[in-house]
């Protein structure tokens, strides 16, 4: 007896006299910080939208667009809003902690919108 067949598209391992079917999730995409946030938002205030996305197997998929679009976006809002407050090289050999702190306050402004317009939503 062969040790594995296939099967109308599913492939089945003997286990002592049976065949037993190889089932199992395809492989997901890693999801970051954004993905998870958006996560937790469907799961508390979505929850039937949560359900659909998990029920057609595309909930993975939908955190992982929404986590690139997170990330793309935040980084555009940092470069303008850096441009914008006139942070730049010059400031971050002239006073360093400054410019950490302007950085810091440029990150968490970006953030603060980024949350808004695209994960809680």
Not at 47 to 53: A, E, M, P, W
Not at 84 to 93: L, Y
Not at 97 to 115: D, G, P, Q, T, Y
Request: charged share 30%.
């Amino acid at each position: 007896m062969e040790k594995y067949i296939e099967k109308n598209g599913i492939t089945y391992e003997l286990r002592g006299e049976q065949y037993y079917p190889l089932l199992g999730l395809p492989k997901q995409k890693e999801i970051s910080k954004y993905g998870r946030l958006h996560l937790e938002y469907l799961k508390a205030h979505r929850k039937g939208y949560h359900t659909t996305l998990l029920m057609e197997g595309t909930l993975n998929q939908r955190l992982c667009e929404i986590d690139l679009a997170a990330k793309t976006m935040l980084e555009s809002i940092i470069n303008r809003l850096a441009v914008d407050r006139g942070i730049d090289e010059n400031m971050k050999a002239r006073d360093m902690l400054r410019w950490v702190s302007e950085m810091n306050n440029v990150k968490a402004s970006a953030e603060e919108i980024v949350l808004r317009e695209v994960i809680f939503v």
